[in-house]
C-alpha cells in the first residue's frame, strides 16, 4: 500500500512525500506554480534534473527516479537536517567534505548549501545533500565553476565553525577569513537584492522548508 502525503506548498509547486512498501521516493511537481513563476520553477526543475544526472551513483545525492516538463522525482534520503540533529563531531564534516569534492569531480557546484536544510545527517552519521534546484553542472569546470566550488566548500566550512569550531584546521579558517572577489560583490551588492525578492516577496527565509522536511528529506 502507497501514501502520499504533501511536504510544501508554495508558489514554485507543491512537494509531496512518496511512500510504499517497496521505497519512498520525493515528487516536485510544478503545475500547481503560479502563472508568472512557471516558467522560473520548471527551470529550476530542469537544474536539479541535470545536476543528479551527473551525480548518478554517488552515495548521499538524491538519485533521479523520472523527470519531465512539469515534474521530478527522486530517491528520499533518510536522516535529520542539519539545524536539527545539529552535527557534534569532525567524522560528520569529514564525510561532507568528501561528497563534495566527489560531486565538484563530477562538474556539479550545489550553490545552496548555505540552507541547513540542504545538509542531511543520515542515519550511519554520514552527510548526504539534497535540493538541487539552483545546482549548476558545468563540463569545462573553467574559472567561474572553481569560484563557485569554493563557494561551496566555504559555505560548508561555516556549518563546521558554528556547530565544531575547535576542529577547523588553518587551512579551513583562511578559507572562511578570505572570500572571493566574487563573493564580496555578491554580499555587497547582490545579496540585498536577493533577499529582498527571496524574503518579502516570496516570503522564503535560510530554513525555508525546515518546517515540512524535518526528518523526510
Known amino acids: 500500500m502507497s501514501r502520499t502525503r504533501l511536504l510544501k506548498k508554495d508558489l514554485f509547486g507543491e512537494v509531496w512525500l512518496q511512500d510504499s512498501a517497496a521505497d519512498s521516493s520525493i515528487l516536485r511537481d510544478t503545475r500547481s506554480a503560479r502563472w508568472w513563476l512557471r516558467w522560473l520553477a520548471r527551470s529550476l526543475l530542469r537544474r536539479e534534473a541535470r545536476a543528479l ?21 527522486r530517491s528520499y534520503i533518510g536522516g535529520t537536517a542539519m539545524h536539527l540533529g545539529k552535527p557534534p563531531d569532525r567524522p560528520y564534516f569529514v564525510s561532507a567534505a568528501r561528497l563534495l569534492r566527489r560531486m565538484h569531480r563530477a562538474g556539479v557546484v550545489h550553490n545552496d548549501l ?18 538541487f534546484q539552483l545546482a549548476w553542472r558545468s563540463t569545462g569546470r573553467g574559472r567561474i565553476f572553481r569560484i563557485a566550488a569554493r563557494e561551496d566548500i566555504r559555505h560548508l566550512l561555516k556549518h563546521k565553525r558554528s556547530y565544531c569550531p575547535d576542529k577547523l584546521t588553518e587551512r579551513e579558517r583562511n578559507i572562511l577569513d578570505n572570500p572571493s572577489g566574487l563573493s564580496r560583490l555578491w554580499m555587497g551588492l547582490f545579496k540585498p537584492i536577493y533577499l529582498f525578492i527571496t524574503r518579502r516577496l516570496f516570503g522564503w527565509s535560510d530554513r525555508e522548508g525546515a518546517g ?6
Open 53 to 73: 544526472a551527473a551525480l548518478d551513483g554517488i552515495e548521499g545525492v538524491p538519485a533521479l527516479i523520472r523527470y519531465d516538463e512539469y515534474q521530478l522525482t
Open 114 to 131: 548555505a540552507k541547513e536544510p540542504n545538509l542531511i545527517i543520515r542515519d550511519d552519521g554520514r552527510a548526504a545533500f539534497i535540493d
Open 212 to 217: 515540512d522536511r524535518g526528518q523526510r528529506s
